[in-house]
């Protein structure tokens, strides 16, 4: 079996599929990896690494494409729509693509890819089930947003985090407020708290509370009625704009007072919820800083513009989109793992040997179930299909 890397094509977009460190592990399950030259040098693994650790560095992109049996990017075509469309023409049936794919918010791409008779998977799609959580890349990349959102608040707002105490007067310590606390916010949390900060969480989900305290931060205690709020795999699920405008109202007074705001709140393949408002904003004291993490999917501000860093009202908003790309050492050695793992389980699952190149798709098992979206040329993930309005596959889902 073959294993092909890709340089990423997606503007602003650093890393890479595959680290060096991980070769090794593929060779000795039969798996050989060939990696586009240059594929790593935007993330910091030059090509002469890769070849000490024995992939075959290729010149040529389509050379790559003409020979993996399975492609690993982290961005296919489905989350990189634009520029990944050049590769489209060039892959074939029975080929494998593994990547980031955004099936949920772009279902009609994943027709695209199913004219061209991959078997393609989502890695966003990995069910939040224990055996399943070293191929969480949404956990292992979001960890990563969540440290470097509050760097960057750090970076932008004209305070200092902790408190000091010196010769010329006691410096207070900065307020930071996160709107969930899903892996992002937690990581949030504790990177403030690391830097000093008096800190304050909220998620939606009371469940959490217990998290953010052992963390060292105080919990938003908000009285609505959030029993409904925690959906399928431990993720926070669309409210009510009733419910989310309740919200608003009781979270101003945090949000006023506070020298950072990090948002998190995100619905799986939706848009944002708006939890912080144009008024909030306004209220909020000059030279405080909104980073929002969920800027790609409209923002949980009001205000936020998405890719762009904007000033309302005295107060800096960070759209900044794609951040563990701005991480991309640390950001593609967790995905790596992350690939890497989800690869082996397929191919041990199937039964199959990847010394001989025979490695059938194992549909039956729970976790390829989960994120296998199109095979065979056809959209074979029932969610997807669902949302396509295609008839359900008989048997098949």
């Given at each position: 079996?073959?294993?092909?890397?890709l340089?990423?094509?997606?503007a602003?977009?650093?890393?890479?599929a595959l680290?060096?460190?991980?070769?090794?592990t593929?060779?000795k399950?039969?798996?050989?990896?060939?990696?586009?030259?240059?594929?790593?040098?935007?993330?910091?693994?030059l090509?002469?690494?890769?070849a000490?650790?024995?992939a075959?560095?290729?010149?040529s992109?389509?050379e790559v494409?003409?020979?993996?049996?399975c492609v690993l990017q982290?961005r296919?075509f489905g989350?990189?729509p634009?520029?990944?469309?050049?590769?489209l023409?060039?892959?074939?049936a029975g080929?494998?693509?593994?990547?980031?794919?955004?099936?949920?918010a772009a279902?009609?791409?994943s027709?695209?890819l199913?004219?061209?008779?991959v078997?393609?998977?989502a890695?966003?799609?990995?069910p939040?089930?224990t055996?399943a959580q070293?191929?969480?890349?949404?956990s292992?990349q979001?960890?990563i947003?969540?440290?470097?959102?509050?760097?960057i608040a750090a970076d932008l707002?004209p305070?200092?985090?902790?408190?000091?105490?010196?010769a010329a007067g006691?410096?207070?310590p900065a307020?930071?407020?996160?709107?969930?606390?899903?892996?992002?916010g937690?990581?949030?949390i504790?990177?403030a708290?690391?830097l000093?900060?008096?800190?304050e969480?909220?998620d939606v989900r009371?469940a959490v509370?217990?998290?953010v305290?052992?963390l060292?931060?105080?919990f938003?205690e908000?009285p609505?009625?959030?029993?409904?709020?925690?959906?399928s795999g431990?993720y926070?699920k669309?409210?009510?704009e009733?419910?989310?405008?309740?919200?608003?109202?009781l979270?101003?007074?945090?949000i006023a007072?506070s020298?950072?705001?990090i948002?998190?709140a995100?619905?799986?393949?939706?848009?944002?919820p708006v939890?912080?408002?144009?008024?909030q904003v306004e209220?909020?004291?000059?030279?405080s800083?909104?980073?929002d993490?969920?800027a790609?999917?409209?923002?949980?501000c009001?205000?936020t513009k998405?890719?762009?860093i904007v000033?309302?009202?005295?107060v800096?908003i960070?759209?900044?989109?794609?951040?563990?790309?701005?991480?991309?050492?640390?950001?593609?050695?967790?995905?790596?793992?992350?690939?890497?793992?989800f690869l082996?389980?397929v191919v041990?699952?199937?039964g199959?040997?990847a010394k001989a190149?025979?490695?059938?798709?194992?549909r039956?098992?729970?976790?390829v179930?989960e994120?296998?979206?199109?095979?065979?040329?056809e959209i074979?993930?029932a969610r997807i299909?669902?949302?396509?309005?295609?008839?359900?596959?008989?048997?098949?889902?």
């Amino acid at each position: 079996m073959i294993a092909g890397v890709l340089r990423e094509t997606c503007a602003g977009e650093k890393r890479v599929a595959l680290v060096p460190a991980v070769i090794p592990t593929l060779t000795k399950a039969g798996i050989q990896v060939l990696v586009e030259a240059g594929a790593g040098d935007a993330a910091g693994f030059l090509d002469a690494s890769y070849a000490e650790k024995g992939a075959e560095i290729v010149a040529s992109r389509d050379e790559v494409l003409g020979k993996a049996d399975c492609v690993l990017q982290v961005r296919t075509f489905g989350a990189n729509p634009e520029a990944g469309r050049d590769d489209l023409p060039k892959l074939r049936a029975g080929q494998w693509v593994i990547g980031h794919a955004d099936p949920l918010a772009a279902p009609e791409r994943s027709t695209e890819l199913a004219s061209r008779g991959v078997s393609s998977f989502a890695l966003e799609l990995v069910p939040r089930i224990t055996r399943a959580q070293s191929m969480d890349v949404l956990s292992s990349q979001a960890n990563i947003a969540g440290y470097k959102a509050v760097l960057i608040a750090a970076d932008l707002v004209p305070r200092m985090f902790p408190m000091m105490m010196t010769a010329a007067g006691t410096v207070t310590p900065a307020k930071v407020f996160v709107i969930g606390a899903g892996v992002a916010g937690l990581q949030a949390i504790a990177t403030a708290r690391r830097l000093g900060a008096v800190v304050e969480g909220y998620d939606v989900r009371p469940a959490v509370k217990e998290q953010v305290m052992s963390l060292g931060a105080k919990f938003l205690e908000i009285p609505l009625d959030t029993g409904s709020a925690e959906g399928s795999g431990g993720y926070a699920k669309a409210l009510g704009e009733e419910f989310y405008k309740r919200q608003r109202e009781l979270m101003g007074k945090s949000i006023a007072v506070s020298d950072v705001v990090i948002c998190t709140a995100a619905v799986p393949g939706g848009k944002a919820p708006v939890l912080v408002t144009a008024e909030q904003v306004e209220a909020m004291n000059p030279g405080s800083v909104i980073v929002d993490l969920a800027a790609e999917r409209g923002g949980n501000c009001e205000l936020t513009k998405s890719g762009e860093i904007v000033v309302e009202h005295g107060v800096t908003i960070v759209g900044t989109l794609n951040l563990p790309a701005t991480v991309a050492y640390h950001a593609s050695q967790l995905y790596a793992k992350n690939i890497v793992t989800f690869l082996l389980h397929v191919v041990k699952t199937s039964g199959g040997d990847a010394k001989a190149g025979a490695v059938p798709v194992p549909r039956e098992d729970e976790i390829v179930k989960e994120t296998l979206v199109t095979h065979g040329g056809e959209i074979v993930h029932a969610r997807i299909r669902e949302m396509l309005k295609l008839a359900p596959l008989a048997g098949k889902e």
